[in-house]
């Protein structure tokens, strides 16, 4: 059995899973595998087999419609951590449909401070609205400290569902009264 899983995973190049590792190493040999891991290609499989689920063809016309990031892509990045990070900031600037809000929602699913800083360039006003508003929700995931100064920030912004969004975190999320 555990040949025809190690063949699949080397035929496929896919990154060897680190469950498999888990028990059998000890810490100073799972840091040692750590250290050789290639986290942006693994980073970079778990996105193109997302985005690859809502390509298709209709006739000589290419498609492409959302499809949400599974358990298993989800289970995935958490099982990267805070390695990921790097890696998906990297493809932050994608000119590929959809990849912008994949990435972020990776990074909501990650949460803690290391996050802020991709997610502030996510929220940059010349990104698409739905980036920019799943950027504000992923910011529930950051620190408190952290997260409602950026969020206040867009109260104002001048993409009115943006704005909207920021207000609707501000008073729903976190119970703070916004003025009006």
């Keep these: 059995m555990w040949r025809v899983f190690v063949l699949f995973i080397t035929l496929y190049r896919l990154p060897f899973p680190s469950f498999v590792y888990s028990q059998k190493l000890s810490t100073n040999q799972q840091n040692t595998l750590s250290a050789t891991r290639n986290y942006d290609e693994e980073v970079a499989l778990i996105i193109d087999r997302v985005l ?10 290419k498609t492409q419609i959302w499809v949400p990031p599974s358990e298993e892509d989800y289970q995935q990045i958490l099982a990267i951590g805070s390695y990921a990070i790097s890696p998906l900031n990297k493809r932050l600037d994608s000119s590929r449909p959809f990849q912008q809000l994949l990435i972020v929602r990776l990074l909501g699913a990650l949460g803690g ?13 010349q990104r698409a ?3 920019r508003m799943a950027s504000l929700a992923a910011l529930r995931n950051v620190p408190d400290s952290l997260a409602i ?4 920030n867009f109260l104002h912004d001048s993409d009115p569902l943006v704005a909207t969004r920021a207000k609707n975190l501000l008073d729903n999320y976190y119970g703070l009264v916004t003025p009006k």
């Excluded at 100064?149 to 206040?152: A, L, M, N, Q, R």
């Design 113 to 125: 401070s290391d996050i802020v800083s991709p997610l502030k360039r996510a929220l940059e006003p």
């Design 129 to 131: 609205n739905s980036v």
């Design 149 to 152: 100064p950026i969020i206040t």
């Design 52 to 61: 690859v689920r809502g390509e298709g063809n209709i006739g000589n016309i």
